[in-house]
């Protein structure tokens, strides 16, 4: 192999390696999935689900702010959406208090909004999803603030500071 040719698959080699560090930065968890056996096993799933969630959005908004490629975080846009679509069902009735858990009674009380939350947050994050496929940079970053929207107004009614 040639010193040019060897420079050009060094390079190549690198820009595919570095693509990927972003998303690699971040290991997508696996949260449980109800029913669960026991109330306080759902804040244990929800606390494992909300790390992962925040996770995510510190490494795509570090991604954002450097001018990175968006790319590499597909997979970590879809697994918020997948995400989001569970929140409802990791609210049981019983998982209201214990563990240190922060969800307000609102969450029993006002179902309707807390899943229409929940549903604008999925929503936005299949968006972005799709915007990191495109690699849409600045797609990607106007539409992680409307995503952070939907967290922020979900947090306001339902979570305790």
Do not use: Y
Request: aromatic share 8%; charged share 25%.
């Amino acid at each position: 192999m040639t010193t040019s040719l060897r420079v050009r698959w060094l390079l190549v080699a690198g820009l595919v390696l570095s693509a990927g560090l972003a998303e690699a930065q971040v290991a997508l968890p696996t949260v449980p999935k109800p029913p669960f056996a026991d109330p306080q096993d759902a804040i244990t799933a929800r606390k494992i689900g909300f790390k992962g969630n925040g996770d995510i959005t510190k490494a795509m908004k570090a991604a954002i702010d450097g001018g990175q490629d968006v790319a590499p975080f597909a997979a970590s846009a879809q697994w918020l959406a997948d995400w989001a679509k569970q929140i409802p069902d990791m609210f049981p009735k019983g998982s209201e208090t214990g563990h240190e858990t922060k969800a307000l009674p609102a969450i029993w009380t006002d179902t309707a909004t807390f899943d229409k939350d929940a549903g604008d947050f999925a929503a936005a994050a299949t968006k972005l999803t799709e915007l990191a496929k495109a690699d849409d940079k600045a797609g990607f970053a106007d539409q992680f603030k409307v995503m952070g929207g939907t967290c922020g107004a979900c947090h306001r009614e339902f979570r305790a500071k």
